[in-house]
Structures are given as structure tokens and as C-alpha cells.
């Protein structure tokens, strides 16, 4: 019976499939059934952009607590250190990189940094919808919520020839949008998820 807990207690552990005998002590007793596998998720990562605002703070040195707004560059001044370039990295990376830096004038620093204010989370929407702009979003979005947020369409809009411009290093990536078809439940691969600097077009 103390083999059959063992094994029962690493199964859970380490989430391995094994047949539950029945702690009766007789293997046709009882029902024989499986532990599922435990499944694990990845969290997504909030990447830094310009225009973001980080509020970091030394302990116990005020001189070295302050915000900081990620320029268009990518980077932000801190003090002692200089710049440090953030674009792309996430708050946990850059927290890391501070203090290797830091410690040649703090030995042993205890930093924290935050992200204060998420501002580079923009994307365009342009053409015939009812309120075209330029948005800020606190979170991410798909094209049909993007829709909604600038206020759906107007009577001539062509609602299938939508298109979605996307701009990554030198090349432009174009994907195509047919409403008609996504709300029916066809094609649902096209709404995809907006990325940071994404424009929205609607002829």
C-alpha cells in the first residue's frame, strides 16, 4: 500500500499518466482510471515601447528613484548609468540589466521598476468607420474589437475589402479582411490579433 501512495504522489508531482489501483490492496478491486497530464499555460509578456513611462527606485537612495519615458529611440536616461535601451524588452529584463549596471556604484542594490504608464500600445484606424483616429490601447486587440473602438462603419463603407498594413523592420506585411464572412464564422483566421503600430484600413 506504501508503494502504491509513492507512486500515486510522484504521478501528481511531476504529472505522469498512471493507472490509480485501488489502495485496497487488491488490483480487482476497484476502478482503474488515469491522471491527466498537467497542462501549463505561458503568460504572455508586456514588451517596453517609446513613450511608455517607468517608475524605478533604488532602496534607500532617492537620488536614483525616478520615472522615466522610453524615448522614440527606445531608450530612457538614468542616472549614474546613462541610456538604456528598452524597446522591445520586458519590464523583468530590464530590471535585470539596471542592477548589473548599478552594482559597480551599489553593492548589493535592491531595485524595483514598474511600468507606470502604457503609451505605445498604438494602432491607426483609417477610412470609412465612424470615428478614424489614432488609438491608444491598454490592451491587446483583434481587428473586429479595433472596429468597434472606432465606432463600425459608415453606410459606404466596402466591409470585405478591408486590409491590415503592417510594418516590421524594412517590409510591409498586407493581410486581408472580409467581415461578412468572419461574423458568419467563416474565415475567423483573418482577425487576427493587432501588434503595435498597425493600420486598420477601410476603403
Same mark, same amino acid.
Given at each position: 500500500?506504501?508503494?502504491?501512495?509513492?507512486?500515486?504522489?510522484?504521478?501528481?508531482?511531476?504529472?505522469?499518466?498512471?493507472?490509480?489501483?485501488?489502495?485496497?490492496?487488491?488490483?480487482?478491486?476497484?476502478?482503474?482510471?488515469?491522471?491527466?497530464?498537467?497542462?501549463?499555460?505561458?503568460?504572455?509578456?508586456?514588451?517596453?515601447?517609446?513613450?511608455?513611462?517607468?517608475?524605478?527606485?533604488?532602496?534607500?537612495?532617492?537620488?536614483?528613484?525616478?520615472?522615466?519615458?522610453?524615448?522614440?529611440?527606445?531608450?530612457?536616461?538614468?542616472?549614474?548609468?546613462?541610456?538604456?535601451?528598452?524597446?522591445? *524588452?520586458?519590464?523583468?529584463?530590464?530590471?535585470?540589466?539596471?542592477?548589473? *549596471?548599478?552594482?559597480?556604484?551599489?553593492?548589493?542594490?535592491?531595485?524595483?521598476?514598474?511600468?507606470?504608464?502604457?503609451?505605445?500600445?498604438?494602432?491607426?484606424?483609417?477610412?470609412?468607420?465612424?470615428?478614424?483616429?489614432?488609438?491608444?490601447?491598454?490592451?491587446?486587440?483583434?481587428?473586429?474589437?479595433?472596429?468597434?473602438?472606432?465606432?463600425?462603419?459608415?453606410?459606404?463603407?466596402?466591409?470585405?475589402?478591408?486590409?491590415?498594413?503592417?510594418?516590421? *523592420?524594412?517590409?510591409?506585411?498586407?493581410?486581408?479582411?472580409?467581415?461578412?464572412?468572419?461574423?458568419?464564422?467563416?474565415?475567423?483566421?483573418?482577425?487576427?490579433?493587432?501588434?503595435?503600430?498597425?493600420?486598420?484600413?477601410?476603403?
Amino acid at each position: 500500500m506504501i508503494r502504491q501512495v509513492t507512486a500515486l504522489m510522484i504521478a501528481c508531482l511531476f504529472g505522469v499518466s498512471f493507472p490509480v489501483l485501488s489502495l485496497a490492496g487488491s488490483p480487482d478491486v476497484g476502478a482503474v482510471g488515469e491522471i491527466p497530464l498537467l497542462l501549463v499555460t505561458e503568460k504572455e509578456v508586456y514588451l517596453i515601447g517609446p513613450g511608455d513611462v517607468l517608475n524605478i527606485s533604488v532602496w534607500k537612495d532617492e537620488a536614483l528613484t525616478c520615472s522615466c519615458v522610453v524615448r522614440p529611440d527606445g531608450a530612457f536616461s538614468f542616472p549614474l548609468i546613462g541610456d538604456i535601451y528598452a524597446a522591445g *524588452k520586458s519590464a523583468a529584463q530590464i530590471k535585470v540589466e539596471l542592477e548589473k *549596471k548599478l552594482d559597480w556604484y551599489v553593492p548589493d542594490v535592491i531595485l524595483s521598476l514598474e511600468v507606470k504608464e502604457i503609451n505605445s500600445m498604438i494602432i491607426y484606424v483609417i477610412g470609412k468607420v465612424n470615428a478614424p483616429g489614432r488609438y491608444v490601447m491598454n490592451t491587446n486587440v483583434d481587428v473586429l474589437q479595433a472596429l468597434a473602438t472606432a465606432g463600425g462603419f459608415n453606410i459606404y463603407a466596402k466591409k470585405n475589402k478591408i486590409k491590415i498594413l503592417r510594418k516590421e *523592420k524594412d517590409a510591409t506585411t498586407i493581410f486581408p479582411f472580409e467581415y461578412d464572412r468572419i461574423v458568419e464564422g467563416s474565415r475567423l483566421e483573418e482577425n487576427i490579433r493587432l501588434k503595435r503600430g498597425d493600420v486598420l484600413v477601410v476603403p
